[in-house]
Nanobody, 124 residues
Framework: VQLQACGGGLVQAGGSLRLSCAGSGDTFSRYVMAWFRQAPGKEREFVAV????????FYRDSVKDRFTISRDNAENTVYLQMTRLKPEDTAVYYC??????????????????WGQGTLVTVSS
């Protein structure tokens, strides 16, 4: 599957952004979809994951109650709605997909496919 992420930009602290990631080339519903992010000088970290049928989601603690991951399998798209953004949310955000049966949803190495990244900058 090919992934194309978009929606990043510059926003003030407390603002909102919605990221989108469109998939193509395979049956989108086969994949568990996740968002990761990488801040300058830091390692890539897990942000959120949504299961194949969108019934189950998990988030890193620092974004719980602020970010919402969702997917529309009919549109082959996964979203990340980000609210109450903080300067520490500044990073390049990547969508990722895995079709593995066994995986750790927070492990970037367990995802086979990656979008190109979209930059989110939160100013204080």
């Amino acid at each position: 599957v090919q992934l194309q992420a978009c929606g990043g930009g510059l926003v003030q602290a407390g603002g909102s952004l919605r990221l989108s990631c469109a998939g193509s080339g395979d049956t989108f519903s086969r994949y568990v979809m996740a968002w990761f992010r990488q801040a300058p000088g830091k390692e890539r970290e897990f942000v959120a994951v949504v299961w194949r049928t969108a019934g189950i989601t998990f988030y890193r603690d620092s974004v719980k109650d602020r970010f919402t991951i969702s997917r529309d399998n009919a549109e082959n798209t996964v979203y990340l709605q980000m609210t109450r953004l903080k300067p520490e949310d500044t990073a390049v955000y990547y969508c990722a997909a895995t079709a593995r049966q066994y995986y750790n949803h927070a492990h970037s190495a367990d995802y086979n496919y990656w979008g190109q990244g979209t930059l989110v900058t939160v100013s204080s």
